[in-house]
Each structure stands twice: as structure tokens, then as C-alpha cells.
Nanobody
Framework: QVSLVESGGGLVQPGGSLRLSCVAS????????MGWYRQAPGKERELVAW???????NYAGSVKGRFTISRENAKNTVSLQMNNLKPDETAVYYC??????????????WGRGTQVTVSS
């Protein structure tokens, strides 16, 4: 079992910055990808940024150029630097990890989320 704990959320003014962090613990062997999703009130959870093995990264189009995802494999952490935040990015941000179990098999884990509120 893998446990994911997020930190770094809070209240920030429009145009401000926050840095989220997520630490994985437990049976963390073969975690090959980690990333961030968010869910705003009344909306579906959506991908924000994803980092897979080989330093492959994906970003939602709306955050490209403003958000940066980074992983420290040795520490099993993933961070998300968010700059120039907008009010409509207010959401609960969730960390997700994917663990390789074998050919064609993987397991996914979610953190409990951290609230990000962008408001003046």
C-alpha cells in the first residue's frame, strides 16, 4: 500500500504563487509516475500535470507556461510550482501516483487533497 500526503495549499491572491508538495510512503517500489489533479466545486476532477519515467511531463493546456512539475525519485516526492494563479483555479489539488505491478498491470493511489483558494 502507498500513502500520499500533500502539503502547500492555502489562500493566495490572483497572480500569486504557491508550491505544492506530495510525499509517497509505504510500499513505494516501482512507482513510475506521479502527478497532480484538481477538482473545483461542481466540476469533474481534471489533470493538471503529470511526470512519468524518463522525465516525460504533461500539462493541461491552461497551465502550460505557469505551472512546473518536478519529481525527486530518491525522495519519492513530486512538487508543483504554480505561478500567476487565477481565481478559477480554486480547487482541491490531489496527488496521484502510479505503481507498476507487471506487464500491463498497474495500481493507482490518491492523496486526500490540499485546498488552493485564489481570491483577493
Amino acid at each position: 500500500q502507498v500513502s500520499l500526503v500533500e502539503s502547500g495549499g492555502g489562500l493566495v491572491q490572483p497572480g500569486g504563487s504557491l508550491r505544492l508538495s506530495c510525499v509517497a510512503s509505504g510500499s513505494i517500489g516501482n512507482i513510475n509516475a506521479m502527478g497532480w489533479y484538481r477538482q473545483a466545486p461542481g466540476k469533474e476532477r481534471e489533470l493538471v500535470a503529470w511526470s512519468a519515467s524518463g522525465d516525460t511531463t504533461n500539462y493541461a493546456g491552461s497551465v502550460k507556461g505557469r505551472f512546473t512539475i518536478s519529481r525527486e525519485n530518491a525522495k519519492n516526492t513530486v512538487s508543483l510550482q504554480m505561478n500567476n494563479l487565477k481565481p478559477d483555479e480554486t480547487a482541491v489539488y490531489y496527488c496521484k501516483a502510479r505503481q507498476f505491478l507487471g506487464p500491463g498491470a498497474c495500481r493507482e493511489y490518491w492523496g486526500r487533497g490540499t485546498q488552493v483558494t485564489v481570491s483577493s
